[in-house]
């Protein structure tokens, strides 16, 4: 079995379990909610709700971005991950504002929360559910780097924590009778929704407008190049990455004079440092004469169209 088959099989794992996770959480918090009136309990079950559908989003996105390239689709189909993630960050930005305003609702027309022990039992049980699953995805994030399944992760890390945070406001309620905690602990819940949206939101533009990767792997590849046999230079470097696969297109400046042949050697050789170091990257080298005089995209960015 190769890596990429490895990888897709470990992220449709993933998917199918946050899927069924995600329908569990959504029944016994409903059970929870219906018992005990809490508004805490019931923005955990809002936030499982936008799961189950960012799970769906997610499980699709990665069932596309599995798809080999077509006539029409070179590139394949790795940005339906990041679409995905967009889309998720949309889900939880709105369940976030959603429980806002029913908690200043609360504020000034309390509700009074009753039976908070069942609560608790069934949220131990969600935060249980939820650590394993976590568990599993953050496994097949690192191993895939796929940003379907951080961004599903994403979700239920904030759903460990809100979990975590409507046990201490039903222990508080049940123990000093402060009805005011379960709202406190809902608007807490739902600003760290509405920041995981925007960290989340953030990240899915970037890999569709298709952001540079990090200044430190595009040093490491210019380093890569710049100590390969025969190369004289190198400019012009263009990278992006779609799902866990990087591409990377360069400029090669090797000495004018040798065979095409040769030349070809020489950036095979290129590539093949390349991958050693970025196994999953596809690669585009584009060859020049050391010294040859173009208008170069390094001098349009710097903002100056030079002839050099």
Request: proline share 1%.
């Amino acid at each position: 079995m190769t890596l990429s088959d490895k990888s897709s099989k470990l992220k449709k794992y993933a998917s199918y379990a946050s899927i069924f996770c995600s329908v569990m959480l959504i029944v016994v918090k409903f059970i929870a909610f219906i018992k005990t009136d809490s508004l805490a309990i019931f923005s955990s079950f809002v936030d499982s709700i936008t799961d189950f559908i960012a799970s769906l989003v997610s499980g699709i996105a990665v069932y596309y971005a599995m798809k080999p390239a077509t006539y029409y689709h070179r590139y394949g189909f790795g940005k339906s991950e990041a679409l995905s993630a967009l889309l998720q960050a949309i889900f939880v930005g709105v369940s976030g504002l959603f429980v806002v305003f029913d908690g200043i609702n609360r504020l000034f027309n309390p509700v009074d929360v009753v039976k908070t022990e069942v609560g608790i039992y069934i949220m131990i049980f969600s935060i249980f559910s939820t650590f394993l699953l976590v568990a599993f995805q953050s496994y097949v994030a690192k191993k895939t780097n796929s940003l379907a399944i951080k961004s599903d992760m994403a979700h239920y890390v904030v759903d460990f924590l809100t979990n975590a945070t409507v046990i201490i406001s039903l222990v508080l309620v049940k123990n000093f009778g402060f009805i005011y905690f379960d709202v406190i602990a809902a608007l807490f819940i739902s600003v760290y929704l509405i920041i995981s949206a925007y960290k989340l939101g953030k990240e899915s533009i970037e890999q569709i407008t298709d952001k540079e990767l990090d200044d430190e792997i595009r040093k490491n590849i210019e380093d890569i190049v710049i100590k390969c046999c025969d190369v004289g230079g190198m400019h012009d470097l263009r990278t992006r990455s779609v799902g866990d696969i990087f591409y990377i297109e360069l400029h090669l400046e090797i000495d004018g004079k040798i065979s095409l042949s040769d030349a070809h050697k020489i950036s095979d050789n290129v590539e093949e440092k390349i991958l050693a170091i970025y196994p999953k990257s596809q690669i585009l080298i584009h060859q020049d004469p050391v010294g040859v005089k173009e208008d170069r995209l390094d001098n349009q960015i710097n903002g100056y169209c030079n002839i050099i």
